[in-house]
């Protein structure tokens, strides 16, 4: 069965410091993944995406994401963490029929 | 350009009562997709539309969920009865593209946070 795991329910990092967000997948098939962020109040936006090619991907906002597939993991980085990165990150894998999410990650950034 | 909305932000109702959410997707976009996020727990499919027709609803939980999309625009997931385990976060996301949808881009709304009392 499809599934998305995100290890880590809450990280607290300070601002400038480095960010690593773990995400790991188990789909038999090519995924399709994806990183989206939810700030209070708003709708989830979506980061960065990857479906073929190179295996680090950018996205907005600073964010990078390496695929590997011998681990099965999506996982998001960002070297210098902002104040307004504070939120919440989910990873999904898209089968084609339905997206997967993971349980987030929630982000406080520390001054 | 507008983004996908989602009506109301939040809802409070009792156990037996009947719960309207609306979502107002993306102006042209054909997939309209409805998740639910129980607290703690993850982000959930429920059902998916192409245009007016019921593409999957396979995670509707059970028959009180009935979700429509006349015209194949706004879509309505009501509620009825609502049971104390449907509170939670509803959103509804929307895309435009057709065949594959693999690599869709699914837009999100902010949600709809439901609390059964």
Redesign the interface.
Same mark, same amino acid.
């Given at each position: 069965a499809q599934s998305?795991t995100q290890p880590d329910i809450h990280i607290t990092v300070s601002e400038g410091a480095s960010l690593e967000l773990r995400c790991n997948y188990s789909y038999g098939a090519t995924p399709?993944l994806?990183w989206?962020v939810q700030s209070p109040?708003?709708?989830?936006?979506?980061l960065l995406?990857y !479906?073929s090619g190179d295996t680090l991907v950018q996205g907005i906002k600073g964010f990078e994401a390496e695929f590997k597939r011998s681990q099965s993991s999506f996982n998001l980085r960002k070297p210098s963490v902002h104040w307004s990165d504070a939120a919440e990150y989910?990873c999904?894998v898209?089968?084609?029929?339905? !997206?997967? !999410?993971?349980?987030?990650t929630s982000l406080t950034v520390i001054p | 350009e507008a983004g996908v909305t989602q009506f109301p932000s939040h809802s409070v109702i009792e156990k037996g009562q009947t719960v309207t959410l609306r979502c107002d997707p993306i102006s042209g976009h054909d997939n309209l997709y409805w998740y639910r996020r129980v607290m703690g727990k993850e982000i959930k499919f429920l059902l998916h539309f192409v245009k007016e027709s019921k593409q999957d609803e396979s995670g509707m939980p059970n028959n009180r969920f009935l979700a429509e999309r006349t015209g194949g625009t706004y879509s309505t997931l009501k509620v009825q009865p609502a049971e104390l385990e449907d509170s939670g976060v509803y959103f509804c996301a929307s895309s435009h593209l057709r065949g594959s949808t693999s690599t869709d881009t699914q837009y999100f709304g902010p949600g709809t946070r439901l609390t059964v009392l």
């Open positions: 998305v399709y994806f989206y109040g708003q709708g989830l936006q979506l995406k !479906f989910f999904a898209n089968t084609g029929n339905q !997206f997967y !999410f993971g349980t987030g | -």
